[in-house]
């Protein structure tokens, strides 16, 4: 696993010391989950995600704009190769997350096992924005600014060995996750 940034490396670090343990123990199963955006709340509304201060994720700043919390989002770079010219993410409902965790832990076997948890499609900041504009009916104003230095334009899993070996698929989309973030915003 290559890494780009200290949050990745932490990860990697966990990894190598789980697989380290499982070649110890033959017995000892390792299921590693990797995944890049959870995006959303349950739809009760009731859990989700609270940052404090200025958020680093993208969701969180989108509804604390939407809220009038903050003035604009900033959107870094529009001069990717993808779609709409901004980053293209692999966004997956924490839900849907918590069912692969779930999958995993009823799927575990001795060994190591290495399973990427997503939709295995990408979808742009823009989209992103636009779709939840659209479901919530809220402007979310928002700034084009330079690229962040490390990101990347396009980041997406392959999901193939987990709907294989888990039998595990995200089932919600981008509408349910914008609905479902915006109504833990407002509860």
């Known amino acids: 696993m290559e890494t780009t940034n200290p949050y990745g490396e932490t990860k990697a670090m966990s990894e190598r010391i789980l697989k380290d343990t499982a070649k110890a123990n033959e017995d000892f199963g390792v299921s ?18 609270d940052p404090n201060g200025i958020p680093n994720n993208l969701m969180p700043f989108i509804t604390k704009v939407g809220k009038g919390e903050l003035d604009k989002l900033y959107i870094f770079g529009n001069d990717y190769d993808t779609v709409d010219g901004t980053g293209v993410r692999d966004y997956i409902h924490v839900v849907d997350l918590a069912e692969g965790h779930v999958a995993a832990l009823e799927n575990l076997n001795p060994g190591i096992n290495i399973y990427n948890l997503g939709t295995g ?67």
């Open 121 to 187: 499609k990408g979808t742009s900041v823009l989209e992103m924005v636009d779709a939840f504009k659209k479901v919530n009916k809220v402007d979310v104003p928002y700034e084009i600014v330079q690229r962040r230095k490390g990101d990347i334009a396009k980041s997406f899993a392959d999901v193939s060995k987990a709907e294989k070996d888990l039998k595990w698929k995200a089932k919600r989309g981008i509408e349910e996750m914008v609905r479902d973030a915006w109504r833990f915003e407002n509860s």
């Open 32 to 49: 590693l989950l990797r995944y890049f955006n959870p995006v959303g709340a349950h739809e009760s509304g009731l859990i989700g995600e």
